[in-house]
């Protein structure tokens, strides 16, 4: 079974929580949006603790290094089979300042010829309703959970 971990950042502007969300990149996900967003997230490394992979996840994809109390969320089982680990923290970065990583890969398919693209190609804040469209549906819980911990701080 494959595994990954993440970070959802969250902010509350004017009692609304806003969540910082990420879009794969590629060519795979160029014309798929809603369904599509994600926490970012990545695979853990041998011998590496789900939670620095977390964070480190979320700087090689986005460039931001968050730090600060991470709160456990629980962790859900994606529909291919892939479990993500995921910790809250609430922290503000400017989305439009991302800076993602990037990969290699042959494209078109069968051509021979490599083409790089950044492992995530958009990101932004989302309130809770436009996050809820826009996410990996089994990732909606992970938004929920932040809802009901912390509303009433």
């Given amino acids: 079974m494959k595994v990954s971990a993440g970070l959802l950042i969250f902010r509350k502007i004017a009692n ?3 969540f910082f969300l990420v879009h794969p990149g590629g060519p795979f996900f160029a014309k798929k ?3 599509w967003w994600t926490v970012p997230k990545g695979e853990i490394l041998e011998n590496e603790k789900p939670i620095d992979a977390a964070v480190r996840e979320f700087e090689e994809e ?3 290094k968050v730090s ?3 709160e456990e969320l629980n962790p859900i089982t994606q529909k291919g089979g892939k479990k993500v680990f995921c910790w809250a923290i609430e922290f503000d970065v400017n ?3 991302y800076l993602s990583n990037t990969f290699e890969m042959e494209w078109p398919p069968r051509s021979g010829q490599k083409k790089i693209f950044p492992e995530i190609d958009k990101a932004g804040w989302f309130k809770y309703d436009e996050a809820a469209k826009l996410i990996n549906e089994k990732q909606i819980s992970f938004l929920e959970e932040v809802l009901g911990k912390y509303s009433a701080s």
């Fill in 68 to 70: 600060g109390d991470f």
């Fill in 16 to 18: 609304q929580f806003e």
């Fill in 95 to 97: 989305a439009a300042e």
């Fill in 62 to 64: 986005t460039g931001f």
């Fill in 33 to 35: 949006d809603v369904g």
